[in-house]
């Protein structure tokens, strides 16, 4: 009994010795958090820096990285993917001086711990890498967060870990320098009194509103049922990027998101005449928040939401957004994708950008943001396919594994049709995509007192009202499209995940109008601009590149189908 009491006390001493030993780190970083990777100091103008960047060493290693790299099997050719090392959230996306910037956590082969990597686009589809932008010191490592493009600079704030949210400042013509606003965190984190903070300090995003400053923290606070944490977004405010006040939790009305959620990588930022809340949950994935601006009281005020998981994000999901204004009141977001697959030298990869939209009032949209066909060789196209009830159709010269496919079908009265892309010709591996018409929720019953409810048939709605959009308040139900990748690899150390479901809203007599992108181990498909779905998929076959459509129950109609191969934008 006095053995154990004594290894209670050793074990309490520890426990006590390790929480003030970490407390000194985080308030006094280790001269080791410099980083052991090359960093330059470029020139004031463009020339200048175009020059030094090509007899750049980072550069250099960078260009023989990506093209020892590009002879993995399935290694994307037309999605972002960095030069070397792997890849994690990508941060801060902004246009500046005729560029597209794009800033991810990148973990470079000599200092694995995470860096601002650094890539440009005029267009959102060609991509030119860049050495790498933000270096972790006085911060352990570089984590994620969002940028704020002003007249004659670009701030950069983000999180620094055992240090607290950073800001950064670049005025160069390609971002390529950048001086850390005080030397040290802004918002640390850790109070300086000893007590604990009514916030968290976590992945920041910035914004600025009458001349003054505000940004965002990440976090959760344990307030939701039975004092389970729920997701939460801190606000505070500055007049000078270097001091910072609280102010209180940003968000107001949200019933949208689920019991453990988190608010990690926040962008907020206008669409249409409403705002948008894009963020990460660790537990749930990518998600957003629509409502409204209360500048008054500076609060969020949220009337609906959405998920851009819509299953778990690994492996191979969709991971952490980066979003920024496309400056015509709609949204670019781009995420990463988880792998399934060990492979080597590089793991994850970006999405293509999207082009978010405000559809109606509580209804957002989504489609590619980049015209893709400056990539497009090889087009094949065929017209007026009847797709006979429960037979397969496999296609003739369409085929590939670098693939856009642009496709409209009438489904007429069949209440399913499949896609197979990347298919074998015995059907061995398959990626399945699904449209299931009206088979999602319905709106629901408005209850009131009086007359009743009753439901009304679609034909005789619309007859009666005029009404011709579900999204505008019909009851009927909402259409699902699926991704099943449990049947795209043979290989045994490909890990699998369960279908990857989104739903949409058909307006009575539209057709389905499909935006496949097949490109090595990413098939991403877009439904008449309105839902998107990605997963990661790697065939274990090299003839598993043929596409296939099959309608369930009745016939359907393939009135059009487009495919073009894609080039590489590495070439």
Known sequence: ??????????????????????????????????????????????????IQLKDNP??????????????????????????????????????????????????????????????ISKDLVYWRDLPYAIYPDPERAVFSGSTLVEDDKVIAM??????????????????????????????????????????????????????IYYSLSGGRVYNGPGGNPVRANFLFRSKDLARWEYLHE???????????????????????????????SHMSGGQYLLGDYDKENDK??????????HGTVGPGGVHAPSATPDGKGNIIIMFNMNPAKQTEGWNQIMSLPRRLTLISKDVIGQEPAADLSSLHFGGKKLEGVNLPANKEIVLRGI?????????????????????NVLRSPDK??????????????????????GDGTVMIPADLLVALTGQKSYAQGSRFPQSLISIESDQSSNLPDVRLRPPETGSFLLDPGENIDLRVFIDKSIVEVFVNGKQCVAVRVYPGRDDSVAVSLKAHGRDALLKSLDAWQMKSIYD
């Open 399 to 419: 085929k590939g594994n670098a693939m856009e496919i642009k496709a409209e079908i009438d489904m007429l009265s069949s209440q399913v049709v499949e896609l």
């Open 158 to 211: 983000y999180h620094g870990t055992l240090a607290g949210n950073m800001v950064a400042i670049s005025e160069d013509p390609l971002l390529l320098n950048w001086e850390k606003v005080t030397g040290k965190a802004v918002i640390p984190l850790l109070s300086s009194s000893g007590f604990s903070l009514p916030y968290s300090v976590f992945d920041p995003c910035i914004w600025k509103k009458d001349g």
């Open 300 to 309: 969020f005020i949220v009337t609906s939401a959405g998920k851009y998981n």
């Open 250 to 280: 940003f968000v107001d009305d949200d019933r949208f998101t689920l019991v453990g959620d988190d608010g990690a990588c926040p962008y907020f930022w206008p669409i249409g005449d409403r705002y948008i809340l894009n963020f990460f």
């Open 1 to 50: 009994m006095k053995i154990a009491n004594k290894e209670r006390h050793s074990a309490f001493l520890f426990i006590l010795f390790f929480f003030f030993f970490s407390l000194g780190q985080a308030q006094k970083p280790s001269s080791d958090f410099v980083s052991k990777v090359p960093k330059f100091s470029f020139g004031a103008t463009l020339q200048e820096q175009e």
């Open 428 to 449: 061995e591996e398959y990626t399945r995509i699904v449209i299931f018409k009206e088979r999602g929720f319905s709106k629901g019953l408005d209850y009131k007192s």
């Open 58 to 119: 980072l550069m250099k290693r960078m260009i023989e990285s990506r093209k020892r790299l590009s002879a993995d099997k399935y290694r994307p050719v037309f999605h972002y993917v960095n030069p070397e090392g792997n890849l994690n959230d990508p941060n801060g996306l902004c246009y500046w001086n005729g560029y597209w910037h794009l800033f991810y956590q990148a973990y470079p082969p000599e200092d694995p711990r995470q860096h601002w990597g650094h890539a």
